[in-house]
T-cell receptor, first 114, second 112 residues
Framework: AQSVTQLDSHVSVSEGTPVLLRCNYSSSYSPSLFWYVQHPNKGLQLLLKYTSAATLVKGINGFEAEFKKSETSFHLTKPSAHMSDAAEYFCVVTDTGTASKLTFGTGTRLQVTL | GAVVSQHPSWVICKSGTSVKIECRSLDFQATTMFWYRQFPKQSLMLMATSNEGSKATYEQGVEKDKFLINHASLTLSTLTVTSAHPEDSSFYIC????????FGPGTRLTVT
């Protein structure tokens, strides 16, 4: 069985400061991991994905995540937050080897203040 | 890039009526589409997997007679909520599979 735990339901940062959104996963096999972003009343957009290649994954809009097998973590980071980053972020896992059976975390709402 | 649309984006219906939501892949074909439900401030829960030309596969606890899914073509899947009740009010999101899942913008259903 696969699951993800997003450790923070809400994160607030000031514009220009670093962002850290934490995610731990559980998977019976070699997982694929994703981060999606959802802006209000919008669909989900893929930020980045890990599929057993490089452990440090770079995504869109300056986001990156590091796969740490020993810690079963896949935390999302960004060096400098922008107001437009305010949204809901979902950590997602699949152990099927494809993107067909996704398990979503409960989400982290990122607030960016001036 | 791959774009998925949903229609309508927002619908209000009276209790006891049925409502149909369309999910279209605009610039690619998708043998497989997925339907999710999202409650306020909660995660997405997979309701069913829709395969073109065959019956949908429903997740445990999802009433297949209430949530009818039809995937009649490689670019269109529909979800019909039959005899809707206020507890069916939710945000419904579809996705289409093409190497990765591409998500639609969602449909907000309000049942009064």
């Amino acid at each position: 069985a696969q699951s993800v735990t997003q450790l923070d339901s809400h994160v607030s940062v000031s514009e220009g400061t670093p962002v850290l959104l934490r995610c731990n996963y559980s998977s019976s096999y070699s997982p694929s991991l994703f981060w999606y972003v959802q802006h209000p009343n919008k669909g989900l957009q893929l930020l980045l994905k890990y599929t057993s290649a490089a452990t440090l994954v770079k995504g869109i809009n300056g986001f990156e995540a590091e796969f740490k097998k020993s810690e079963t973590s896949f935390h999302l980071t960004k060096p400098s937050a922008h107001m437009s980053d305010a949204a809901e972020y979902f950590c997602v896992v699949t152990d099927t080897g494809t993107a067909s059976k996704l398990t979503f975390g409960t989400g982290t709402r990122l607030q960016v203040t001036l | 890039g791959a774009v998925v649309s949903q229609h309508p984006s927002w619908v209000i219906c009276k209790s006891g009526t049925s409502v149909k939501i369309e999910c279209r892949s605009l610039d690619f074909q998708a043998t497989t589409m997925f339907w999710y439900r999202q409650f306020p401030k909660q995660s997405l829960m997979l309701m069913a997997t829709s395969n073109e030309g065959s019956k949908a596969t429903y997740e445990q606890g999802v009433e297949k007679d209430k949530f009818l899914i039809n995937h009649a073509s490689l670019t269109l899947s529909t979800l019909t909520v039959t005899s809707a009740h206020p507890e069916d009010s939710s945000f419904y999101i579809c996705s289409a599979l093409a190497y990765e899942q591409y998500f639609g913008p969602g449909t907000r259903l309000t049942v009064t």
